[in-house]
T-cell receptor, first 115, second 114 residues
Framework: AQSVAQPEDQVNVAEGNPLTVKCTYSVSGNPYLFWYVQYPNRGLQFLLKYITGDNLVKGSYGFEAEFNKSQTSFHLKKPSALVSDSALYFCAVRQTKAAGNKLTFGGGTRVLVKP | NAGVTQTPKFQVLKTGQSMTLQCAQDMNHNSMYWYRQDPGMGLRLIYYSASEGTTDKGEVPNGYNVSRLNKREFSLRLESAAPSQTSVYFC?????????????FGPGTRLTVT
């Protein structure tokens, strides 16, 4: 079975400071990893994904994520956070042969960027 | 290009009532999904449709039925609503079933069952 853990319910950061949102996963075989962001009263928006290749993945809005196979992690990062980055962030994983293209989501991490 | 649209945005039901949540996508995607979102639990898959004419159960299908009406539309029906079905429901679509295909989400339907 595949699973995702986001150990922090909330991350607080000052505007302009680096932002990190943590994610660890468990799958059988090679993972496909995704980050989504949810703004208030909106659906999830795709940020970035890791399929294969370079461990550092760049995505939308200046976000990037680093895949670490030995630590089974896929942390989301942004060098300089903006107030507008305040939202709910979800990590998701899919294993190579998951039935139904099934995505397993973490519980979400709320990011609050203070001016 | 509206992406994924859902109706209604909000709904309040009494226990035992039925309703259908509608979803449509205009991205010519083959696969569609229904999720529910509950606090602290992320999103859980209710049903999915890999392609037009097929539907399959996801992680939490009990109490729900679905219909893939055509390539664009995928509806979710609650035959006899229960308070445990109070949740936010999201429809999503993807081009295919390949594991690298990201999913695109609608704005959600907030359902309260009293």
């Amino acid at each position: 079975a595949q699973s995702v853990a986001q150990p922090e319910d909330q991350v607080n950061v000052a505007e302009g400071n680096p932002l990190t949102v943590k994610c660890t996963y468990s799958v059988s075989g090679n993972p496909y990893l995704f980050w989504y962001v949810q703004y208030p009263n909106r659906g999830l928006q795709f940020l970035l994904k890791y399929i294969t290749g370079d461990n550092l993945v760049k995505g939308s809005y200046g976000f990037e994520a680093e895949f670490n196979k030995s630590q089974t992690s896929f942390h989301l990062k942004k060098p300089s956070a903006l107030v507008s980055d305040s939202a709910l962030y979800f990590c998701a994983v899919r294993q190579t042969k998951a039935a139904g293209n099934k995505l397993t989501f973490g519980g979400g991490t709320r990011v609050l960027v203070k001016p | 290009n509206a992406g994924v649209t859902q109706t209604p945005k909000f709904q309040v039901l009494k226990t035992g009532q039925s309703m259908t949540l509608q979803c449509a996508q205009d991205m010519n995607h083959n696969s569609m999904y229904w999720y529910r979102q509950d606090p602290g639990m992320g999103l859980r898959l209710i049903y999915y449709s890999a392609s037009e004419g097929t539907t399959d159960k996801g992680e939490v299908p009990n109490g729900y039925n679905v219909s893939r009406l055509n390539k664009r539309e995928f509806s979710l029906r609650l035959e006899s609503a229960a308070p445990s079905q109070t949740s936010v429901y999201f429809c999503a679509s993807s081009y295919g079933q390949g594991p690298s295909n990201e999913q695109y989400f609608g704005p959600g339907t907030r359902l309260t069952v009293t």
